[in-house]
């Protein structure tokens, strides 16, 4: 049987048909994620930048605002991911420094999936550097209250000293009002280290942040003294600012009228009481005061103070 001779054009058309039909990609997908949404499902799209990541290729961020975990919480939040596993991604950034990704919120998450010894976590993954990460990492625990008070004044004083943000930025960028940045930073600033060193230890878990700020607004000198009252006479909130209230707030005494007699009434806290005592006279001496208290005294059977 004769063949023709196959020409030089057409060998090349072949060729190219050929190799398009081998390289073109099937408009078809084997991937779940990319079907078509049921109707009755619409209005959902996909979250880009979420991956299952080795646990090894994770690390915590070392300028993390929050410093410690509750040991109790921590073993309550081991067991339920042991039983159902991680409901939340942890949100991390790449390092390039560290060529690692770097943990911006799920601290927890990732020391109980260390324990468990997990493989791999669900992460989102986030752009951004400093000032941003910060921010975040700030707004992220001030959301579930998870930061105890030094950790947020020390975060609030970077956000000031570092990256350069005015309290009235601060606020904005974290949603708080001004005045509560300014009490924060009023821990960093004013308290003195030994009871910041306190207030930092496990020991500082009896000071509020309403404590610490009270603590501010008294002499340096005074201050480490006074933090060790608290935690031995387990003082509230409350007693400790009545205690620290300027003497000028404290006692100044205010007139009223009563049935006609102008009464003078005279306040005294101390960390048992709050005491008010109104005189049916203008002028008050400590004579007067002294003279009351041993009445009192009497009327309730005490013979000496």
């Given at each position: 049987m004769n063949s023709k001779p196959v020409s030089r054009s057409s060998?090349?058309?072949?060729?190219?048909?050929?190799?398009?039909?081998?390289?073109?990609q099937s408009t078809l997908t084997l991937e779940p994620d990319n079907a078509a949404i049921p109707p009755d499902q619409s209005g959902r799209r996909r979250l880009t930048g979420t991956y299952l990541i080795r646990r090894d290729r994770l690390m915590s961020d070392p300028n993390q605002p929050r410093r410690k975990f509750d040991e109790q919480e921590l073993t309550e939040?081991?067991?339920s991911i042991e039983a159902r596993g991680i409901k939340q991604p942890l949100t991390v950034r790449w390092s390039q420094q560290n060529s690692l990704y770097m943990i911006i919120d799920g601290g927890r998450r990732f020391?109980?999936?260390t324990r468990l010894k997990l493989e791999e976590l669900p992460c989102w993954i986030q752009a951004g550097e400093g000032r941003d990460i910060l921010i975040d990492q700030i707004v992220h625990n001030w959301q579930r209250s998870d930061l105890r008070p030094y950790e947020t004044a020390d975060a609030l004083s970077r956000l000031r000293d570092e990256f350069g943000l005015s309290q009235t930025e601060i606020a904005q960028v974290t949603g708080k009002?001004?005045?509560?940045?300014s009490k924060f930073l009023a821990l960093h600033d004013k308290v003195v280290p030994e009871v910041q060193k306190l207030a930092h230890g496990d020991s500082g878990v009896q000071l509020s942040r309403r404590h610490l700020y009270a603590i501010s607004k008294i002499a340096a000198?005074?201050?480490?003294g006074?933090?060790?009252?608290?935690?031995?006479?387990?003082?509230?909130?409350d007693q400790t600012e009545q205690i620290t209230r300027p003497a000028s707030r404290k006692e100044k005494p205010t007139v009223r009228r009563s049935r006609g007699i102008q009464s003078r009434q005279k306040r005294?806290?101390?960390s048992k009481a709050d005491v008010l005592m109104t005189f049916q006279k203008q002028?008050?001496?400590?004579?007067d005061i002294a003279l009351v208290v041993a009445e009192i005294a009497g009327q309730i059977g005490l013979t000496s103070l």
């Amino acid at each position: 049987m004769n063949s023709k001779p196959v020409s030089r054009s057409s060998a090349e058309s072949a060729q190219q048909a050929a190799a398009s039909a081998f390289q073109s990609q099937s408009t078809l997908t084997l991937e779940p994620d990319n079907a078509a949404i049921p109707p009755d499902q619409s209005g959902r799209r996909r979250l880009t930048g979420t991956y299952l990541i080795r646990r090894d290729r994770l690390m915590s961020d070392p300028n993390q605002p929050r410093r410690k975990f509750d040991e109790q919480e921590l073993t309550e939040l081991k067991r339920s991911i042991e039983a159902r596993g991680i409901k939340q991604p942890l949100t991390v950034r790449w390092s390039q420094q560290n060529s690692l990704y770097m943990i911006i919120d799920g601290g927890r998450r990732f020391e109980a999936a260390t324990r468990l010894k997990l493989e791999e976590l669900p992460c989102w993954i986030q752009a951004g550097e400093g000032r941003d990460i910060l921010i975040d990492q700030i707004v992220h625990n001030w959301q579930r209250s998870d930061l105890r008070p030094y950790e947020t004044a020390d975060a609030l004083s970077r956000l000031r000293d570092e990256f350069g943000l005015s309290q009235t930025e601060i606020a904005q960028v974290t949603g708080k009002s001004k005045a509560e940045i300014s009490k924060f930073l009023a821990l960093h600033d004013k308290v003195v280290p030994e009871v910041q060193k306190l207030a930092h230890g496990d020991s500082g878990v009896q000071l509020s942040r309403r404590h610490l700020y009270a603590i501010s607004k008294i002499a340096a000198e005074e201050q480490g003294g006074f933090a060790d009252r608290i935690l031995r006479e387990n003082l509230t909130a409350d007693q400790t600012e009545q205690i620290t209230r300027p003497a000028s707030r404290k006692e100044k005494p205010t007139v009223r009228r009563s049935r006609g007699i102008q009464s003078r009434q005279k306040r005294f806290q101390t960390s048992k009481a709050d005491v008010l005592m109104t005189f049916q006279k203008q002028s008050i001496t400590e004579q007067d005061i002294a003279l009351v208290v041993a009445e009192i005294a009497g009327q309730i059977g005490l013979t000496s103070l």
